[in-house]
């Protein structure tokens, strides 16, 4: 679970463990949604657990022979999302359960459905805190969009492009100072292009950009329609 080494993984894309999580994960959402389920206690114990193993995957960066300031800091949406919702759920700051809900809605949908493979033996710190923290954030960023309804309006909508654009402008500009790609802005991720998905370098910000800015749109208006359907 901590190895050091890297070997080939027994986790594939669409493999019988990725098809199991994404099943489980849709479904437990669907349920969640469908009968308006919401606990938090159960909010606040997955937070500290998903918190847990990322301080662990740290201690792991910080032995082990990936680089934390390369790969492992928090500049990525998803990443950010658990510290968001850490401080909204904990001291009830709505904005940041806003912001949170919109980012860790896709980006953990996207996140499962193409999770990056890790070159380490499955399970792996590394693997499991990656996929378990996409989990996280879709039922919780679900959890306050669809069922506690926490606010969907053009406002926030429009706040959440403009910290989106900033950060990913952050993200390039520490990309091209010390060659990491947080956020993908200066090239498509390995196992996208694998898939036949990429994007020439000089467009990766211009296209990540946009593609977010489009998802968050087209999310806002699934939240208003889901929601105005079980109103």
Known sequence: ????????????????????????????????????????????????FILGLQIILYGWYIIGPESLFLKGLPLYTCRLVLYLF??????NNKFCLKLGSYW????????????????YPFPHI???????????????????????KIGSTRYDVKMCCIITTILLTIN?????????????????PLHLINLGINVPIQFCYLAVVLGYIIVTIFQHWVVGRVNNKYE
């Open 1 to 48: 679970m901590f190895a050091t080494i890297q070997s080939e993984s027994s986790l594939h894309l669409l493999g019988l463990w990725h098809i199991c999580l994404l099943v489980g994960s849709f479904t437990f959402l669907n349920w969640m949604v469908k009968y308006q389920k919401q606990n938090i206690f159960i909010e606040k114990i997955s937070t500290l």
């Open 86 to 91: 850490t401080i909204g759920i904990f001291c």
């Open 104 to 119: 860790g809605f896709y980006g953990g949908i996207a996140g499962l459905i193409f999770p990056t493979i890790f070159k």
């Open 126 to 148: 590394l693997q499991i805190t990656t996929l378990l923290l996409h989990v996280y954030i879709m039922l919780i960023s679900g959890n306050y969009l669809f069922v506690k």
């Open 172 to 188: 390039t500009i520490v990309n091209f100072i010390f060659g990491t790609n947080y956020t993908s802005t200066t090239r498509m």
